[in-house]
């Protein structure tokens, strides 16, 4: 009887940071990646047994936009740490860029698909990457947080002590609470600093802990406390576990257009693993 051999391949990943937000870069244009593997991909993620992420990234061919008439460099394609595809993420997708020139297939700007539309972002010469975020029309204000969706959905909520709240109890209270459902959100703390600075702390889903950064979590907070007059300032500066970002928009009655999150995007290494 013919024993099943099980054959593992070689795979090339990259790993990159954005103020402390790692992820796993994949270069899948050749479309090889099994995407289907929810388990080999938080395998991959975990900071144990594998190569450690917050997230997976796939860069691959976009296929959907020439049949649109659009123009663009590549796609994105992201995975939280649970092996479960996902929205949009910020730091990701500056990281995606960096990762896109390193691979050649873009200079110094681009656009790029992701999954909540395109998105523009330019690298400046020290490697500050500025991404284009989407634009926000609708923020829920209730008394004690604020409610949107800057491509993730993301709860803000104001706390005193940010230093030594407990982020992942209290985060996970919020977030698996009845107030998300079954869906959850992201969860944002936040101390203000001064009239353009602000601190703040994020709880992940998907990750299901505190991350170090959260650039759709940035984004949101830079608009939330606009809108609870916190700031008038147009560019935003959040103070991050993991470093700092820049949040710049313009504001025309209720609606944020021309968002952009700039920061760091890092290359830390480059490696193999078994698959």
């Known amino acids: 009887m013919l024993e099943s051999i099980q054959i593992k391949m070689q795979l090339e990943f990259y790993k990159y940071q954005g103020t402390g937000n790692d992820f796993v870069m994949v270069d899948n244009r050749s479309e090889f990646f099994p995407k289907e593997n929810t388990q080999l991909i938080a395998n991959l993620c975990d900071r144990r047994f594998g190569i450690g992420g917050d997230g997976l990234i796939l860069l691959e061919n976009d296929t959907i936009a020439p049949n649109l008439a659009m123009t663009t460099d590549f796609k994105m394609v992201y995975y939280n740490s649970d092996g479960n595809q996902s929205s949009m993420c910020g730091n990701g997708g500056r990281c995606l860029v960096a990762f896109a020139k390193k691979l050649n297939v873009i200079q110094n700007s681009t656009t790029f698909i992701a999954t909540d539309g395109l998105h523009h972002a330019t690298i400046a010469d020290d490697g500050l990457v500025s991404l284009q975020m989407i634009d926000v029309d609708e923020v829920k204000v209730s008394s004690d947080y604020v409610f949107l969706n800057t491509g993730s959905p993301h709860h803000v909520q104001l706390v005193d002590d940010l230093e030594n709240y407990n982020i992942k109890e209290n985060g996970a209270a919020i977030r698996y609470g009845d107030l998300y459902g079954k869906a959850g959100s992201n969860i944002n703390f936040v101390k203000q600093i001064d009239d353009t600075t602000f601190s703040l702390r994020t709880y992940e889903r998907g990750v299901e ?67």
């Open 209 to 275: 802990d505190e991350t170090l950064s959260c650039g759709t979590g940035a984004t949101a907070v830079a608009i939330a406390m606009n809108v609870l007059g916190k700031t008038n300032g147009s560019a935003i500066d959040l103070n991050v576990v993991g470093g700092k970002l820049v949040v710049s928009f313009d504001k025309k009655e209720e609606q944020f257009t021309n968002v952009f999150l700039k920061g760091p995007a890092e290359f830390v290494f480059k490696g193999t693993i078994k698959i």
